[in-house]
């Protein structure tokens, strides 16, 4: 029978994993993971079980989806059990559906299991929760770039300017600063407060907490590849 699993591996920290998720990755034939999966969340899989990295990076080298899927496709064909492991959780711009519908266009079964997203990761670390009754009443996620690694068009400004909402951009690094220069334009102010997570749940991650004007200057004046998400909102400034 062909079917695959997709598992969600957290935000990195192999203790993040769900029950099923390595359950999942204990049995699986074969691994099909993310760069930000690797490393010690591995360490579940059978030390006969086929791994192989599909991961994509921002200025790296990576495979093309269609690639990706046509390898899903393939294998599962094969009947064996396959393990589409994705970071954080795969269905928050993780790609998943592009990956479901190559399955269903293949005729193949399949199973999503969830996991702890980087955003509910990096409020933890912080200390902080991601709502508040009256103060941080909607949480709202986007996504900073869009397939070609620009800011996405079509974005709601208004809404993401909303200074009563906790809004998590992920992806964001680069593009930022071109989001918050139109933010403005509806009202955001530079004095917001945020957070910028950086490597969360694993043993490099850093937090950084300032103003949204202190945050534009350090992304413009420093260059790096980490993966992080930037929190802006009544709460980014608070915890321990």
Avoid: W
């Amino acid at each position: 029978m062909s079917f695959v699993s997709f598992v969600s591996s957290g935000p990195g920290d192999p203790e993040l994993l769900t029950v099923k998720a390595v359950k999942r990755l204990e049995a699986a034939d074969v691994i099909l993971f993310d760069d930000l999966s690797s490393g010690p969340i591995l360490s579940h899989a059978r030390e006969d079980a086929d791994l192989i990295g599909v991961g994509k990076r921002a200025g790296r080298p990576s495979p093309s989806q269609d690639h990706v899927s046509r390898l899903l496709v393939d294998h599962a064909k094969t009947g064996m059990k396959v393990v589409r492991l994705k970071s954080g959780d795969g269905g928050i711009f993780g790609r998943l559906e592009e990956e479901i519908t190559a399955l269903n266009d293949a005729g193949i079964d399949f199973e999503i299991i969830p996991g702890v997203t980087s955003a509910s990761a990096a409020a933890a670390a912080a200390g902080i929760p991601l709502t508040r009754r009256g103060t941080a009443r909607r949480l709202q996620f986007v996504t900073g770039h869009d397939l070609t690694g620009e800011l996405p068009d079509g974005l709601d400004l208004q809404a993401l300017a909303d200074p009563g909402a906790t809004t998590v951009v992920y992806m964001g690094k680069r593009t930022f600063s071109k989001m918050v220069g139109k933010l403005k334009e509806f009202g955001l102010s530079g004095e917001t407060p945020t957070l910028l997570a950086e490597a969360v749940s694993t043993p490099d991650q850093k937090l950084s907490r300032m103003p949204l004007d202190a945050l534009i200057e350090k992304l413009t004046s420093e260059t790096s590849t980490t993966p992080a998400l930037i929190l802006y909102g009544p709460l980014a400034a608070e915890g321990p």
